[in-house]
């Protein structure tokens, strides 16, 4: 029978990668910023001409708006203060162009 080693998170360096992703991840600021302005009516959808400076990080009200949660909540999950649900874990994953593995900090 096979051993089936459980995986654990280590919530402390997860919350630092979100934190870091949000300020330097370029597939979230492009999706944040053409969701923002799709939501607006301002998007083209080209990212290459979109108005959104790509050398200033997304704020925590930003990202807030895309998850569609206070942006306390964002606060929280960047200071290891709540956890993220895994489907938001998959979403920031996806939008970053990222495993989850990757987001993720696992130890055992």
Known sequence: MIELKRKYIDWANTAKNLKLLRRDNINLRRYVCSRLNYDKGECSGECETCRFDMDESIS?????????????????????????????????????????????????
């Open 60 to 108: 925590q009200l930003e990202l807030a708006k895309v998850f569609n949660v206070s942006e306390s909540m964002i606060v929280n999950w960047e200071n290891n203060k709540s956890r993220p649900q895994l489907d938001d874990l998959l979403f920031y994953s996806q939008i970053c162009g990222l495993d989850l593995y990757d987001v993720v900090v696992f130890c055992e």
